[in-house]
């Protein structure tokens, strides 16, 4: 615990010395990353929230438009439904993606347009089974 700063002295020159006693008593010696370069993202322009972002990224979270985000989960599923270990399942995804694309069409959000129309189900089952026949 911290002695109490005495009446009548400086704020930040009370604070100055307490750091400078730190120092002195070698308190800041082994420190993690104590003589390492700074990250990458520190030496640019300061940014309010980049403790937001990096915490975004370490959870790999990310917010992106509703219209960029359902083109990124159209081609995952694309992706999931030719893996997919059944064509059953291949519909399935299929089917899913496809509602959401539809409605989005009939009712954009704001943002950047989606890009995107639905699968052609009958051609992804025809891809999946090509796929599947080179193995």
């Known amino acids: ?13 009370w604070v100055d010395k307490q750091i400078r ?5 070698g308190e800041f010696d082994q420190l993690p990353g104590a003589g390492e370069p700074l990250p990458r993202d520190m030496e640019s322009a300061y940014d309010e929230l980049w403790w937001v ?3 975004m990224a370490r959870e790999g979270f990310s917010v992106l438009p509703p219209t960029l985000a359902l083109r990124k989960e159209a081609e995952d599923a ?6 997919a270990p059944s064509e059953r399942i291949v519909r399935k995804i299929i089917g899913e993606i496809n509602d959401k694309v539809r409605a989005m069409m009939f009712k954009p959000p704001p943002g950047p347009p989606l890009g995107k129309k639905p ?16 193995r």
């Open 21 to 25: 006693d730190a120092e002195a008593r």
């Open 78 to 83: 694309l992706e999931a439904a030719l893996a």
């Open 53 to 55: 972002k990096r915490k």
């Open 119 to 134: 699968y052609d189900v009958e051609d992804v089952v025809r891809q999946w089974r090509e796929r599947r026949a080179d």
């Open 1 to 13: 615990m911290t002695e109490r700063k005495p009446p009548g002295v400086d704020f930040e020159s």
